[in-house]
């Protein structure tokens, strides 16, 4: 529908309406309601003032950089991270092995078991 709506301004118009094809400013609607998408957002059929927020999460707004959504809760990137649905502190984990959070720089994922590295020695000991 944006494309349709592009191609109608393009044909009415002249030199003055590049700027409007530049600013990403849409009218939408949310829930019968029209509004712009630079002003507002709509999640679960509710409207929102928009500021860093560019995502839903259960409901609610957040912003994508600062926040995470997992399973519907919104939680903080640096300290957390989300495993399968859960919510878990970070510490220096960066990964997930099923519903475990672990360390890539020390161990890997094998079939859902995390093994931490054995430094100089190609095997493996498993994490816990
Ligand atoms: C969506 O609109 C309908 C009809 O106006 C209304 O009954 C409903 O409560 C609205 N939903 C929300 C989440 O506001």
Redesign the pocket.
Do not use: D, H, I
């Given at each position: 529908m944006q494309t349709a709506l592009r191609l109608v301004w393009l044909a009415l118009c002249v030199a003055g309406c590049v700027g409007w094809f530049e600013t990403k400013r849409y009218m939408k609607f949310c829930?019968?309601t029209s509004y712009m998408t630079d002003e507002k957002i709509c999640c679960?059929?509710?409207l929102f003032m928009r500021y860093d927020n560019d995502a839903c999460c259960g409901g609610l707004p957040h912003d994508s950089d600062e926040t995470g959504c997992c399973a519907g809760l919104q939680y903080k990137l640096d300290s957390y991270i989300c495993c399968q649905g859960k919510v878990e502190p970070r510490r220096s984990r960066d990964s997930c092995c099923g519903a475990l959070p672990y360390d890539s720089s020390e161990a890997e994922c094998h079939d859902g078991e995390i093994y931490v590295r054995y430094h100089r020695n190609t095997r493996y000991i498993e994490y816990k």
């Open positions: 829930n019968g679960s059929k509710r």
